[in-house]
């Protein structure tokens, strides 16, 4: 049986995996700069310091870092794998992984929701961090998908850039309509419900 918290408690992973019981996922969701990549990156560190096998996965079309890691906007990183699809995520699943984690869940194909449920049903626990919404406001997929069938979520929370309050957005701030523009600092930044537009925004000096 899965606790409650069980994702932060990895003495319990253990013990599920010598009983062979199914394992779980975790969904961490949020704007750009609210922390899912620091929170997943401290999840999988716990996880490595209970000597579990990792494995961590992002989607080649973010090549903000380095090709080899995710990192986080504040400098901390952690090795992964680059893929293009959820097939070529499975391709390189090694059948002893215990944790998997995977970084910008916002940019793989539908088939994430099917390879992440086969892991789980497998024995894998599974963090999967990504953007909820689009620069729109809309939800991003398969993130609202995966948020249907996780065990656990955790919604984190940027600080917003105009007026200091709880920032819920990613305010693009390029003038591009593309769904996927990827960019830091330099194209978007976090704002609230109130200071957030559905479109392209001059950016806040500070
Ligand atoms: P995400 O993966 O959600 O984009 P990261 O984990 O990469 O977030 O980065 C979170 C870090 O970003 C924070 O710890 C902080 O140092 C930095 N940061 C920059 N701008 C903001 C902001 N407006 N609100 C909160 N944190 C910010
Ligand atoms: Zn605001």
Same mark, same amino acid.
């Given at each position: 049986?899965?606790?409650?918290?069980?994702?932060?408690?990895?003495?319990?992973?253990?013990?599920?995996?010598?009983?062979? &019981?199914?394992?779980?996922?975790?969904?961490?969701?949020?704007s750009m700069f609210?922390?899912?990549?620091?929170?997943?990156?401290?999840?999988?560190?716990?996880?490595?310091?209970?000597?579990?096998?990792?494995?961590?996965?992002?989607?080649? !079309?973010? &090549?903000?870092?380095?090709?080899?890691?995710?990192?986080?906007?504040?400098?901390?990183?952690?090795?992964?794998?680059?893929?293009?699809?959820?097939?070529?995520?499975?391709?390189?699943?090694? &059948?002893?992984?215990?944790?998997?984690? !995977?970084?910008?869940?916002?940019?793989?194909?539908?088939?994430?929701?099917?390879?992440?449920?086969?892991?789980?049903?497998?024995?894998?626990?599974?963090? !999967?961090?990504?953007l909820?919404q689009d620069y729109?406001?809309?939800?991003?997929?398969?993130?609202?998908?995966?948020?249907?069938?996780?065990?656990?979520?955790?919604?984190?929370?940027a600080? =917003?850039?105009? =007026?200091?309050?709880?920032a819920?957005y990613s305010q693009r701030?390029?003038?591009?309509?593309?769904?996927?523009?990827?960019?830091?600092?330099?194209?978007y930044e976090a704002r =609230?419900?109130? =200071?957030f537009?559905?479109?392209? &925004?001059?950016?806040?000096?500070?």
């Open positions: 049986m899965v606790e409650e918290f069980a994702f932060d408690n990895t003495e319990e992973r253990r013990r599920s995996r010598q009983n062979g &019981d199914a394992g779980w996922i975790e969904v961490i969701v949020g609210s922390g899912k990549s620091e929170e997943l990156i401290r999840r999988l560190k716990r996880a490595q310091i209970a000597r579990q096998k990792v494995q961590v996965f992002k989607p080649k !079309i973010d &090549d903000r870092y380095s090709i080899e890691q995710i990192a986080s906007h504040s400098g901390m990183t952690h090795v992964s794998k680059p893929v293009m699809t959820a097939a070529e995520m499975m391709a390189k699943m090694e &059948d002893d992984t215990q944790v998997v984690g !995977i970084d910008e869940g916002q940019f793989f194909d539908m088939e994430l929701i099917k390879a992440v449920t086969e892991l789980a049903n497998n024995g894998k626990r599974v963090i !999967i961090a990504g909820d729109t406001g809309r939800p991003f997929e398969p993130m609202p998908q995966l948020l249907s069938i996780a065990e656990f979520i955790t919604k984190t929370h600080i =917003c850039v105009k =007026c200091g309050n709880t819920n701030t390029s003038e591009s309509t593309e769904r996927v523009q990827v960019g830091a600092h330099d194209k =609230c419900r109130k =200071c537009v559905p479109h392209s &925004d001059k950016p806040t000096v500070v």
